[in-house]
């Protein structure tokens, strides 16, 4: 990828090197880029370029700008220059835009005899280029290659103001001399999120967690050697409404059960973190980049399991409790960091030793202290199957509802469940149940139910509701 | 495929000079592992190549030369479907500094669009003579648009002329890679040899389970063969590897993925008609002519489908002449999932089905019953016969020669007849843990039906009067369950004879005999 870099420099230092009458000499690849990237798909581009000034009014060109510029946003600081005039540049130099731009004007035509191959040149001038190109040679009017014979037409110039990529053209009026000169602008296309590895140790109630920062460049630009900064935090930006399933930051689901208090070390840019990358770094087109920012070996964590009912409803089949692990990202007992938005895999030892992936999940911004309870997936062994014994009208809009829940574990090991009952809207009491239930919330019933090794246990509970 | 990666890396390292970063090239996996998993909430189904909704998790080992100092190693030939930020490098004694995926392909659009602005020969053939003239040119342009090129004449539009004309590019592809290539940046204090293990995630990949329930001739116990199928759908052979599946519901979150939209170039030229065309149409000025039919990018679909076609034809005689390999021990716990070896190293090739065995259990007893759903609605009159539902039901314990993990899958239950094996239906199997029951519906069964009608109510009473009629027509004798459901308030206030609840709902346990009609008075009741 440096050297689709270097490509991509070289092309853009050769390009207006033939017929580019282009009245700048300040034609510059990138100079000193650093990229600082939001996670919602955005990036502030700073790029410091060695420019000549030539002294008084003249037209810079600035090539290798993101292809996704916001050119509203561009700005460019210099010594003693001012800016005077700003344009972005985007009419593309193709066939269709050559011709029409050299209507009125003289063309070389090189006709070649389809029997022998000789050439043969004359002058000709484009009249129109309306569905087919009509011109005229001399005092007489031909339309091109109305025949089909070989003619190639010879262009003795490029449109001034066609490119083969965007260009951001600023006019400044400066002092003559070269010196540095900052260009800064907003670009959609580059983001990043948090991809974490966590391993878990069922055994000792361990986790490792790695955190890989992950960059993804669409950008349609390479950034030569950048200094790269990483913000945690969505700025809200005119323009950016909702965009269906996130590019880059997910919102987690309710992973976090509580979220924390405690301040972390990282370096902050008001309410978001900031991750600096240690190292400048090459971020190529269509490239996808993953630089370390968190290890954590042996932090606590737990396993359990959760199977939560939407309403009181009755499944023929038994239905899988959720595996849940749950772990802190608190400075004592847990990871010690704040976690930017990402996704965590999780890995568990098989028995030859190897890791193998067990399920991922989607986090949103973790701040340090936090607790985190995610589900993995299904439980194969564990499961609950939630049946309405009952429901008799006790009067109008008031009902009583039997439910029975039987749980079943068919691991060699005994298990606790946490059997959440939601859907209790409005006014529902618990009138009888088997166990003590609590209510966590309004509308949710929430048993914890030991199931012994290979066992069964049923869980009863009568609720009343008027509504 | 994978020597052209492997090219094109080794001379991509030779320009280098700004940095002091050499380029490495990772040998070809010496092991692999495969651990395929299901598409998340696809219990059973179909499994179609061309559109896998699972996944693998690939661990490579590879061998490496380290040069001392910065290096970026480039692993090629890894699968075709790898979520790239999934991948795990470990092994590297210096640690890894950044992980990239470059997704910019050599294709011919890459090669013309990373060509502007440079040098590029540009090669005219005489139609006639076949006489080549090459001629220095600078491309200006190169868009879906059209391309403009430089030469010491000046400018002109390639393919516009007539003339039989094509660049020549100089060096190798330098950036653009053959497949998706995964690098790593790392640091070596000394040059060494490592061996490193590459983990990722792959998507692409399916497994499914299925099932063959045998009835046998004493038609009370059945033998159930399970047989796992593998899919790769990626263009990557997965050679002699450790496989393993593993089977369980696990969390998957989706982000949006980038599309690796290369911008294509399409040699398009000026308006070209000439006064034998046909008339301009409305609302276009003119037509475009392109000379090239701009589809490069979807030139290797075809292959793909035709590839997959072909297996999916030759699957299932491969099924029948696979000599029955061991049924694998049983599965390993994995958290909550379960995990099971594949007893050999297998290989499975680029966009290939594969199938092993999953159990081979024997004489397992097993009770068939009917069930009757009767909803039983007091403002209806009367309901006409309905059928009953065949049903299958044994447990899944050791006292049923089972008790093993069953994964979701669709059953083929068949019996013979007349020495051929007959289907009787095909079932679907959710994940089923240990003693758990097996509950199995085989299909409808017409001679055996339940109607039921309204009587008038006596005495002005408010309870709602049914009388159920069950019939067997069959030449057996018949277990029925006949479920009364009743909904909209009302409830089963009496029943002539005993309906104990099953699941919530009460259920009437009877035996018909053959040609026997029965009667069930019910009342509803208004809760």
Known sequence: MKNAARWAALAVWLAPGVALAAPAEGQSAQGDVSVTIYANNQALVQDVRSITFKGGREKIEFRNVSAQIRPETASLVATDAQVIEQNFDYDLLSPAKIMENAVGETVTLVRTNPANGTETRETARILAANGGVVLQIGNRIEVLRDDGLPVRVIFDHVPENMRADPTLSVTVDAGSGTRPATLRYLTPGLGWRADYVALFDEAKGQIDVQGWITLTNNSGTTYKNAATLLVAGNPRLIGQGFQGIPTSAPDGDATMTEAGTESGTRARLGDYYLYPLAERTTVANMQTKQVSFLDVHGAPASHGYEFRLGWMQTSEQPLSAATVYQFSTSGKAGLGDQLPAGIVRFYLRDAKGQAQFIGEHAIAHTPMGSRLSISTGDAFDVKVKPVVESRTRLGNGHWRTAMRYTLTNALPGPVTVRLLQAGLWGDVKVESESQKSTRPEADVAEWLVPVPANGKVDVTAAFDSRG | ?527
């Open chain 2, 1 to 527: 495929m994978l020597r052209l990666a492997f090219v094109l890396t080794v001379a991509a390292s030779f320009p280098v000079a700004a940095q002091e970063v050499r380029d490495g090239v990772a040998s070809a996996p010496t092991d692999r592992s495969v651990t395929i998993y299901r598409a998340p909430h696809r219990n059973g189904g179909q499994l179609t190549l061309s559109s896998l909704g699972g996944f693998a998790v690939i661990t490579e080992t590879r061998e490496v030369n380290l040069p001392a100092g910065e290096a970026r190693l480039a692993f090629a030939g890894v699968a075709d479907g790898i979520v790239a930020e999934s991948a795990i490098v470990s092994g590297l004694p210096g640690g890894v500094i950044e992980k990239n995926r470059d997704d910019a392909l050599l294709s011919p659009s890459a090669l013309m669009h990373a060509a502007v602005g440079r040098e590029v020969a540009l090669q005219r053939v005489n139609r006639k003579t076949g006489r080549t003239t090459v001629t220095a040119a600078r491309i200006l342009s190169a868009s879906d648009q059209g391309v403009i090129f430089a030469t010491a004449d000046g400018n002109e539009a390639l393919r516009c002329s007539g003339l039989a004309e094509q660049f020549r590019y100089s060096g190798g592809g330098e950036g653009l890679f053959a497949q998706p290539t995964l690098s790593v940046l790392t640091r070596s204090s000394r040059p060494s040899h490592a061996v490193v293990k590459l983990t990722y995630i792959a998507e692409n990949f399916d497994w499914n389970a299925n099932y063959i329930a045998r009835i046998g001739a004493d038609g009370k116990t059945l033998n159930l063969t399970g047989w796992i199928t593998m899919a790769n759908g990626n263009g990557v052979s997965l050679a002699n590897a450790r496989t393993q599946i593993v089977a369980g519901g696990l969390n998957r979150a989706y982000l949006r993925r980038f599309v690796n939209d290369q911008p294509r170039v399409i040699a398009r030229c000026w308006p070209m008609q000439t006064t034998s065309d046909i008339p301009e149409t409305s609302g276009r000025p003119y037509e475009l002519v392109r000379p090239w039919l701009g589809q490069e990018g979807n030139a290797d679909r075809d292959e793909v489908i035709v590839t997959a076609r072909r297996f999916n034809l030759k699957s299932p005689t491969a099924m029948m002449a696979m000599p029955a390999p061991a049924a694998p021990p049983p599965p390993e716990q994995l958290g909550d999932l379960k995990l099971y070896r594949v007893p050999e190293r297998i290989t499975i090739a680029a966009r290939q089905m594969k199938q092993t065995r999953l159990i081979d259990q024997s004489a397992i007893p097993f009770e068939t019953y009917y069930r009757v759903e009767a909803h039983l609605l007091p403002w209806v009159t009367s309901a006409a016969p309905q059928p009953a539902t065949t049903m299958l039901r044994s447990t899944n314990d050791l006292a049923h020669h089972l008790g093993l993990p069953l994964p979701a899958g669709a059953i083929l239950v068949e019996q013979d007849q007349g020495g051929q094996p007959m289907v009787l239906g095909e079932p679907e199997l959710l994940d089923t843990a240990q003693d758990e029951q097996l509950d199995l519906a085989l299909g409808v069964a017409n001679d055996i039906t339940c109607a039921w009608k309204r009587l008038p109510a006596a005495n002005g009473d408010r309870l709602g009067h049914l009388v159920v009629t069950l019939t067997n027509a069959t030449t057996h004798g018949a277990a029925i369950e006949l479920r009364l459901n009743a909904g909209g308030g009302w409830s089963i206030h009496h029943t002539s004879v005993d309906a104990p609840k099953v699941d919530g709902v009460p259920t009437v346990k009877l035996t018909l005999a053959s040609g026997e009609e029965r009667t069930i008075a019910i009342n509803l009741g208004r809760d």
